[in-house]
Nanobody, 115 residues
């Protein structure tokens, strides 16, 4: 069992930056592929970025060049640095941990970008 706790969400003006953090507890962190997803009202949850245990990253086209995912295995933490934020980035952001058939979700962090 893995418990994920997100922090760092909030309200920011367009063009601003935020950094989300997700701390994992309860299992061996560095075996998991970690991901950030987001879900806006009335829309499906979508992958924003992911990072494997080996450090390979993947990004949604809509955030490439603006967002960066990283992990610190010593701190059991994954980060999402979000720059040049746009109003369309407004969403609830969820942390995800995945290993084979196992998957865990955090409670979500609201990010609101005002125009």
């Amino acid at each position: 069992q893995v418990r994920l706790v997100e922090s760092g969400g909030g309200l920011v003006q367009a063009g601003g930056s935020l950094r989300l953090s997700c701390v994992a507890s309860g299992s061996i962190f560095d075996i998991y592929t970690m991901g950030w997803y987001r879900q806006a009202p009335g829309k499906q949850r979508e992958l924003v970025a992911s990072i494997t245990s080996g450090g390979s990253t993947n990004y949604a086209d809509s955030v490439k060049g603006r967002f960066a995912i990283s992990r610190d295995n010593a701190k059991n933490t994954v980060y999402l640095q979000m720059n040049s934020l746009k109003p369309e980035d407004t969403s609830v952001y969820y942390c995800n941990a995945k290993f084979k058939a196992l998957g865990y979700w955090g409670q979500g962090a609201q990010v609101t970008v005002s125009s």
